[in-house]
């Protein structure tokens, strides 16, 4: 099982941008989450889903949507990207309980 | 409202003992919590749920006191493999089945031979 993954691991991109970071996971969670983490400020909560079809705003959701077409895949996209949006993004799933988390991707935004 | 955590870093030698505290403003169901160590991802460690529980994960152990909105994660005779950033997740007690969890800002756990 490779538990949660995501791609891509690093992007830099311009302001004004746009990307999609996807999220993968192989346990068949019921729940998906995507944070953001700067320093000192711990995980962020941006958007969310309880189930495929479903999606919902988190604590910083503005410049960011998401879609959960697929269980199993939850998509991150940012229409035009800031500098501000400069951070490490993590993908977890969960069945309720523990969190799973992915490795990560480090955007940087100039 | 992210939970407050203390204290925000500490330094350990190997073989002392420390405590992590993390504090929130509203009514809680459950607190989780994380370690991550540096360029990772957040690993779980343990779930305490209301009524006043306890847990242990190898030397790691944790309370919770919901009365208070608190929990505390207790690291005895402390390993080089401890040192990394805890975290701890709240979820509060009407956030529904979604287990939305508010993370606090983290410890930096440094344990030093």
């Known amino acids: 099982n490779a538990g949660v993954t995501q791609t891509p691991k690093f992007r830099v991109l311009k302001t004004g941008q746009s990307m999609t970071l996807l999220c993968a996971q192989d346990?068949?969670?019921?729940?998906m989450y995507w944070y953001r983490q700067d320093p000192g400020m711990g995980l962020r909560l941006i958007h969310y889903?309880?189930?495929?079809?479903?999606?919902a705003k988190g604590e910083v959701p503005d410049g960011y949507n998401v879609s959960r077409l697929k269980k199993q895949n939850f998509l991150l996209g940012l229409e035009s990207a800031a500098p501000s949006q400069t951070s490490v993004y993590f993908c977890?799933?969960?069945?309720?309980?523990?969190?799973?988390f992915g490795p990560g991707t480090r955007l940087t935004v100039t | 409202q992210q939970p407050v955590q203390s204290p925000q870093a500490v330094i350990l030698r190997e073989g002392e003992d420390a405590v992590i505290n993390c504090s929130s403003s509203?009514?809680?169901?459950?607190v989780h919590w994380y370690r991550q160590k540096h360029g990772e991802a957040p690993v779980f460690l343990m779930i305490?749920?209301?009524?006043?529980e306890q847990k242990g994960h190898e030397k790691i152990s944790a309370s919770f006191n919901e009365k208070k909105q608190q929990s505390s994660l207790y690291l005895t005779a402390s390993q080089l493999s401890y040192s990394g950033t805890y975290f701890c997740?709240?979820?509060?007690?009407?956030?529904?089945?979604?287990?939305?969890?508010?993370f606090g800002t983290g410890t930096r756990l440094q344990v030093t031979l």
């Open positions: 977890a799933s969960s069945a309720g309980g523990e969190q799973y």
């Open positions: 346990m068949n969670h019921e729940y």
């Open positions: 889903s309880v189930g495929e079809g479903t999606t």
């Open positions: 509203k009514a809680l169901y459950s």
């Open positions: 305490l749920l209301k009524g006043g």
């Open positions: 997740g709240t979820l509060g007690a009407n956030t529904g089945t979604a287990s939305k969890l508010t």
